[in-house]
């Protein structure tokens, strides 16, 4: 029902990861080559990405020969930056603006979607993926049957908004985030909201989450790929966006790992 991508490797601007390529996630927006469900992906879009560190608006102790008190409340707290997001409830390419500011964005952990929304779902920007919640960015390739079930066995967790959006992928996120706090495992997290959401409904199940370390996705009834380039960056993505020979498919019913250094394909079961 959707296009998603992930990056994880040196910084690259925005728009050299969503519209540089032959068949960038812009171009997928309305001519997906390998598109299962649905022919175009024109309900809405959105971008997440991790500031480097130092970023002005992020997370920095006040005083840096001081360490902040954890006690004091609104002091901010040193360490990474958690991720920014800009999302949409239009095409991506009726967005020329974002398009102009993406050459000025830059990210070494980006994860990215565009829209075709699930029948009996509005296109409203609350929808629009990726999801966020503490340092984790989320996004679901797919389709429930039965939304109901799902959104009543999976809880949103407490402050999570985006786990409150009236779509059929928001009890995933919520699921995941619940997994994902408990474990700290992002594969492990994926893996069991997968077979969990299949004791509930049927359907497609394809995730991708990044926590600004690694990238993480599941082949859950849908196509997913993995490229790793010889400058070190690595993609996980619904297609290729070009015809580099590195491409390779991710089994159905499998797990894909990428940090900076390695990728894994690991059985959801």
């Known amino acids: 029902m959707c296009r998603h991508l992930a990056y994880l490797g040196p910084p690259r601007t925005l728009h050299e990861l969503l519209y540089a390529a032959p068949h960038s996630l812009h171009v997928q927006s309305w001519a997906p080559r390998m598109q299962r469900h649905g022919t175009v992906n024109a309900d809405g879009f959105g971008v997440g990405w991790y500031p480097p560190h130092g970023t002005p608006g992020t997370a920095a102790p006040a005083d840096p020969a001081a360490p902040p008190d954890p006690s004091a409340p609104g002091l901010p707290q040193a360490g990474p930056p958690g991720p920014l997001r800009y999302r949409r409830a239009m095409p991506i390419w009726s967005d020329s603006s974002f398009a102009d500011a993406a050459r000025a964005i830059t990210s070494g952990c980006v994860v990215a979607a565009v829209r075709d929304a699930t029948v009996g779902f509005g296109s409203e920007e609350s929808g629009a993926q990726p999801f966020r919640a503490d340092r984790l960015l989320f996004s679901h390739n797919g389709a429930v049957k039965d939304d109901e079930a799902l959104a009543a066995a999976f809880v949103p967790p407490p402050g999570v908004l985006d786990a409150r959006s009236p779509v059929d992928s928001a009890p995933l996120f919520a699921h995941t985030v619940r997994l994902w706090r408990a474990s700290g495992d992002l594969a492990g997290a994926l893996a069991g909201v997968v077979r969990h959401a299949r004791e509930h409904s049927d359907g ?17 009834g849908d ?17 290729p966006f070009d015809d580099a020979r590195g491409w390779r498919e991710v089994p159905e019913g499998s797990v894909a790992v990428a940090t900076r250094e390695r990728t894994g394909i690991h059985p959801i079961t």
């Open 223 to 239: 196509t997913l790929f993995t490229l790793r380039e010889p400058g070190g960056g690595v993609f996980l993505a619904s297609e």
């Open 204 to 220: 497609r199940y394809n995730l991708l989450a990044a926590d600004g370390e690694s990238i993480v996705a599941t082949a859950a």
